[in-house]
């Protein structure tokens, strides 16, 4: 049975279908590759490469010539680290937590040290073992979650015991308004990590997600850390067109029914049907990653006609209004569309009062997930 005829049995059992176009994944990794050049780019995959699965994701971008990984828990990198090739380098963007070090070097786990703490750790665990251990160090430019303060780098600078037994191979920051190509920010977080970036000029700098990408060259640096864009979101305002979606979110009517005027729909009686309806309950609600926020505001398509959502999103339904829609034409199993051509994961996101990324990684593992290669089949 091939993954369709497979996918169709699931369908007809009523669960919602997740498609994922590994061809369009690796058609974005090249395109945001072409971008940066001559830097080079990694892939963050954390949060399961934002919900998408990142053992499949990992092999499809290692396949592009993808080499660098960033995850952002220690377990993320305990799980990815058997399923990579040997010559692929993972990264824990969280950091190095106190008795970590030991498993970390024996399953060559490069950590991103965040803290003058953790470079002592490190430096530890380097002479303890007699090995030079690699290391990404990470600096704030200004957004204040993770890395060294400007102090304690210059602390850092003026101790080089501190950093005896180690190797740092890369100097990295995060921008904190990539997103707003206009904003002051961007260039003062830029100068920032160059002023820093310049006490290791044999690194690798790493500064730019995906947004950053789209900066322009200046914010390249050596290596590019993207996310988003790879999974066929918006990074930025004025994203080029290049980035194409990756995900597709179908869901099964499980009933129809017709109701007259005066009908109360779902929990609370939030809807009030306002004259005679047809409606459809559908097989996904918040516990399938759909926000209640969607309740009474979102919707979803068929065939390029919106189906406002009624009343309140259940944990695992929720009802639509499908009065527009030819009788007999929604039946039981008829999937309608969550995200797809008609509704974009941005779309969706700013119904739900949220951002892409929120979306993505709370789709969860309740769907059939459908991987598919796209136009550019190896
Ligand atoms: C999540 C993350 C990224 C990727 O960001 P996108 O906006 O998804 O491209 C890059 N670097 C760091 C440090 C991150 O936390």
Redesign the pocket.
Same mark, same amino acid.
């Given at each position: 049975m091939n993954a369709h005829s497979s996918f169709r049995m699931l369908a007809d059992h009523g669960w919602g279908r997740l498609e994922i176009d590994l061809g369009a994944l690796r058609a974005n990794y090249r395109a945001l590759a072409a971008r940066a050049a001559p830097a080079r780019v990694a892939a963050?995959v954390?949060a399961d490469a934002y919900g998408l699965g990142a053992e499949r994701v990992s092999a499809a971008l290692y396949a592009e010539g993808c080499r660098d990984f960033?995850v =952002?828990h220690f377990v993320e990198a305990l799980r990815l680290r058997p399923l990579l090739s040997l010559d692929a380098r993972l990264y824990v963007?969280n950091g190095l937590q106190p008795g970590d070090e030991d498993v970390a070097l024996e399953r060559d786990i490069v950590p991103v040290l965040n803290s003058l703490e953790q470079v002592e750790q490190w430096n530890f665990t380097a002479s303890r073992t007699g090995r030079q251990l690699a290391a990404a160090l990470q600096v704030d430019s200004g957004m204040s979650r993770l890395g060294l303060s400007a102090d304690e780098l210059k602390t850092l600078v003026a101790r080089p015991s501190l950093t005896a037994a180690i190797r740092i191979t890369h100097v990295m920051s995060?921008l904190a308004e990539a997103d707003e190509p206009e904003a002051p920010a961007n260039a003062a977080q830029l100068s920032a990590f160059a002023a820093a970036r310049a006490a290791f000029p044999q690194a690798i700098a790493s500064f730019a997600?995906?947004?950053g990408i789209f900066l322009g060259p200046d914010y390249h640096q050596d290596l590019a850390?993207?996310?988003? =864009?790879l999974y066929g979101g918006v =990074?930025c305002r004025n994203q080029p067109e290049e980035i194409r979606p990756v995900v597709r979110l179908s869901i099964p009517v499980i009933q129809t029914r017709s109701v007259p005027a005066g009908t109360r729909i779902g929990y609370g009686g939030r809807h009030v049907a306002p004259g005679p309806m047809r409606i459809a309950t559908l097989a996904a609600g918040y516990a399938d990653g759909l926000p209640r926020h969607l309740s009474g505001c979102g919707a979803v398509y068929f065939e390029g006609q919106r189906l406002p959502i009624l009343g309140s999103v259940s944990m695992d339904s929720m009802t639509v209004d499908v009065s527009a829609i030819e009788p007999g034409r929604i039946t039981l199993g008829t999937p309608v569309e969550v995200i797809g051509p008609h509704q974009t994961l941005e779309m969706l996101a700013e119904a739900a009062g949220t951002i892409a990324?929120e979306i993505l990684t709370r789709l969860g593992q309740r769907y059939a997930r459908d991987y598919i290669q796209g136009e550019t089949a190896a």
């Amino acid at each position: 049975m091939n993954a369709h005829s497979s996918f169709r049995m699931l369908a007809d059992h009523g669960w919602g279908r997740l498609e994922i176009d590994l061809g369009a994944l690796r058609a974005n990794y090249r395109a945001l590759a072409a971008r940066a050049a001559p830097a080079r780019v990694a892939a963050v995959v954390k949060a399961d490469a934002y919900g998408l699965g990142a053992e499949r994701v990992s092999a499809a971008l290692y396949a592009e010539g993808c080499r660098d990984f960033f995850v =952002a828990h220690f377990v993320e990198a305990l799980r990815l680290r058997p399923l990579l090739s040997l010559d692929a380098r993972l990264y824990v963007l969280n950091g190095l937590q106190p008795g970590d070090e030991d498993v970390a070097l024996e399953r060559d786990i490069v950590p991103v040290l965040n803290s003058l703490e953790q470079v002592e750790q490190w430096n530890f665990t380097a002479s303890r073992t007699g090995r030079q251990l690699a290391a990404a160090l990470q600096v704030d430019s200004g957004m204040s979650r993770l890395g060294l303060s400007a102090d304690e780098l210059k602390t850092l600078v003026a101790r080089p015991s501190l950093t005896a037994a180690i190797r740092i191979t890369h100097v990295m920051s995060h921008l904190a308004e990539a997103d707003e190509p206009e904003a002051p920010a961007n260039a003062a977080q830029l100068s920032a990590f160059a002023a820093a970036r310049a006490a290791f000029p044999q690194a690798i700098a790493s500064f730019a997600n995906s947004g950053g990408i789209f900066l322009g060259p200046d914010y390249h640096q050596d290596l590019a850390r993207p996310g988003i =864009a790879l999974y066929g979101g918006v =990074a930025c305002r004025n994203q080029p067109e290049e980035i194409r979606p990756v995900v597709r979110l179908s869901i099964p009517v499980i009933q129809t029914r017709s109701v007259p005027a005066g009908t109360r729909i779902g929990y609370g009686g939030r809807h009030v049907a306002p004259g005679p309806m047809r409606i459809a309950t559908l097989a996904a609600g918040y516990a399938d990653g759909l926000p209640r926020h969607l309740s009474g505001c979102g919707a979803v398509y068929f065939e390029g006609q919106r189906l406002p959502i009624l009343g309140s999103v259940s944990m695992d339904s929720m009802t639509v209004d499908v009065s527009a829609i030819e009788p007999g034409r929604i039946t039981l199993g008829t999937p309608v569309e969550v995200i797809g051509p008609h509704q974009t994961l941005e779309m969706l996101a700013e119904a739900a009062g949220t951002i892409a990324y929120e979306i993505l990684t709370r789709l969860g593992q309740r769907y059939a997930r459908d991987y598919i290669q796209g136009e550019t089949a190896a």
